[in-house]
C-alpha cells in the first residue's frame, strides 16, 4: 500500500541525504497541492484568500514561485500543526536507531498512525530483529525468521476475508451455498416465467413443458417442491412438478411431500405424494405420521392414521393399537339457556362428541373437560395392515394378539414409555 504523502515526505528526508537536505531552506508553512496530472507541490499557498478560479501561487522553497492555473490544480491539502511540527522535526532527526523509535514513540502520542508505521519501518532496517518493532508492525517469530499476520495465518490455512481470517475450506463452502443461493433464485424465476407461458397456448406453452420436463439441475428442486405445495396452481402442473421434482435424491423433496400427504385438500395430490413416500420406504414420512398420532388435535390423529394406512408399513403397528382411543380436552363455552356449545382445547375436534352437555349465562365461565375418542381412521390403518385381524377399538385385546403373534423381546406395549 502506498505510504501517504508525509511518510513519502520523511522517506525523501533520508534518500537525500540528512545533512544536504536539512541545509535546504523550509517553508514556514507546509500544504500540498494536488495536480489533475497527478503530481504532488508541497509548500507554502502564497494567496491563501484567492478566488476558486484565481492562480494558485505556491512557495516550494524560499526565493522560488510556482503560479499554477486553476485548470491545473485538483485540490490542496491543508495540512495541521501536528504535521507541521511532524516534518519539521523529520528533517532535524538523526536518521538512527534511537532517533526512530522516539520519533516513533512522538507519532504514537499525536495520533500519527502512518508516520509512526513508517519510523518503525526505520527501526528494523537498524536491526530487522527489533521485538517491539515487529510485534507492533504485526509480525509474528516463525523459526528463525519472522513472518507478517497475514504471511503467518497463511502458512497456518487460513485466508484473510471480510475482515477476518478463515479456513479456505470453510470458504469453499461459503462461496458453495451462496452460488447454491443463487442458482435456487434463479431457478424460481425461469418457473415463474414458464408457469406464465402455460396460460397461453401455441409455441410458448410447448416451450415451457419441454423445459420443466428437461429440468435436471439440483437447484431447480426448491422451486420445484414450492410448485408442488402451492395449492393454487392446477393439479396438473403440480403433479407434472412432482414428477420432475422425484428425480433428484429424497432429501430435496420428502419434507415437502410429508406435508402435502398431512395437509392438502387435494385428495389426488396427497395420495400421489403418499405413493412415492411408500415406494422410497421413507424413514422420515413413517415417524412423522407416528408422530401425529399423538397430536392434541384428533383430526392430526386420524389424517395420521390415514397416511401411514397408504404408507403400508408394519411397523406401525403398535403406535396405531396406542392411538386407537384417544383422549382430547373441550372447552365447553357459556351459551344462552337451552344452548349448548362444545370446542375444543388444544386442538380437539370441533364438534361436541357425544353431547358434552350445556350450561345457561347462570355460570359464564369456560369449562374444560376431557372425552375418549373411538379414531375410525386408525382402526381402519389397522385392519388394512392385517387383513383379517379386528377387534374393534378394544385396545387390551388388539395387544394380546400383537403379542402372542409377535414374539420379539423388545417390543414394549405399554403406552408412554
Known amino acids: 500500500m502506498p505510504l501517504p504523502f508525509r511518510c513519502t515526505f520523511a522517506a525523501a528526508v533520508l534518500a537525500a541525504g540528512w545533512l544536504g537536505f536539512c541545509a535546504m531552506p523550509q517553508p514556514a508553512l507546509a500544504e500540498v497541492v494536488l495536480l489533475k ?28 514561485k510556482l503560479t499554477l492555473s486553476a485548470a491545473q490544480v485538483k485540490g490542496v491539502l491543508v495540512q495541521t500543526k501536528v504535521l507541521k511540527d511532524y516534518e519539521a522535526a523529520v528533517a532535524k532527526m538523526a536518521n538512527t536507531l534511537d532517533a526512530h523509535l522516539e520519533m516513533a514513540q512522538w507519532c504514537l502520542e499525536a495520533g500519527l498512525t502512518e508516520e509512526r508505521k513508517f519510523h518503525l519501518g526505520e527501526v528494523l532496517k537498524h536491526d530487522p530483529n527489533h521485538a517491539m518493532a515487529r510485534a507492533t508492525l504485526g509480525y509474528v517469530k516463525s523459526g528463525s525468521g519472522w513472518m507478517t499476520q497475514n504471511e503467518y495465518m497463511r502458512h497456518q490455512g487460513y485466508v484473510l476475508k471480510g475482515g477476518s481470517y478463515r479456513l479456505a475450506q470453510e470458504l469453499e463452502i461459503v462461496e458453495r451455498a451462496h452460488q447454491w443461493e443463487l442458482d435456487t433464485k434463479a431457478w424460481r424465476k425461469n418457473l415463474k416465467m414458464w408457469f406464465t407461458w402455460l396460460n397461453g397456448k401455441g409455441r410458448g406453452a410447448e416451450q415451457a413443458l419441454e423445459n420443466l420436463r428437461g429440468i435436471n439441475e439440483e437447484a431447480a428442486a426448491p422451486a420445484l417442491g414450492e410448485a408442488v405445495a402451492d395449492t393454487r396452481l392446477p393439479r396438473e402442473l403440480r403433479l407434472l412438478c412432482l414428477d420432475v421434482l422425484t428425480q433428484f435424491p429424497p432429501n430435496y423433496y420428502t419434507s415437502t411431500l410429508i406435508g402435502v400427504a398431512m395437509n392438502d385438500g ?42 401411514l394406512q397408504r404408507l403400508g408399513d408394519p411397523a406401525a403397528t403398535v403406535p396405531l393399537i396406542d392411538a386407537l382411543v384417544t383422549t382430547h380436552k373441550f372447552v365447553i363455552q357459556p351459551a344462552s339457556p337451552g344452548i349448548s356449545a362444545g370446542f375444543p382445547a388444544g386442538g380437539g375436534s370441533g364438534s361436541d362428541p357425544g353431547g358434552l352437555g350445556s350450561f ?58
Request: proline fraction near 5%; hydrophobic fraction near 35%.
Open 37 to 64: 496530472s497527478g503530481a504532488r507541490v508541497e509548500g507554502e499557498i502564497l494567496n491563501p484568500t484567492r478566488a476558486k478560479d484565481d492562480l494558485v501561487e505556491v512557495q516550494p522553497v524560499e526565493g522560488l
Open 266 to 307: 387435494d385428495q389426488e395430490m396427497s395420495d400421489k405424494c403418499l405413493d412415492v413416500l411408500r415406494e422410497q420406504r421413507s424413514q422420515q414420512a413413517l415417524l412423522t405420521f407416528i408422530k401425529g398420532l399423538k397430536a392434541k388435535d384428533n383430526k392430526i390423529v386420524n389424517r395420521s392414521a390415514q397416511c
Open 360 to 417: 345457561s349465562m347462570g355460570n359464564p365461565k369456560p369449562q374444560v373437560i376431557s372425552r375418549n375418542l373411538n379414531n375410525e381412521s386408525v382402526l381402519a390403518a389397522l385392519t388394512s395392515l392385517h387383513q383379517g385381524v379386528n377387534f374393534q377399538f378394544n385396545e387390551p385385546e388388539w395387544k394380546a394378539w400383537y403379542i402372542e403373534s409377535h414374539t420379539s423381546p423388545d417390543v414394549n406395549l405399554r403406552r408412554g414409555e
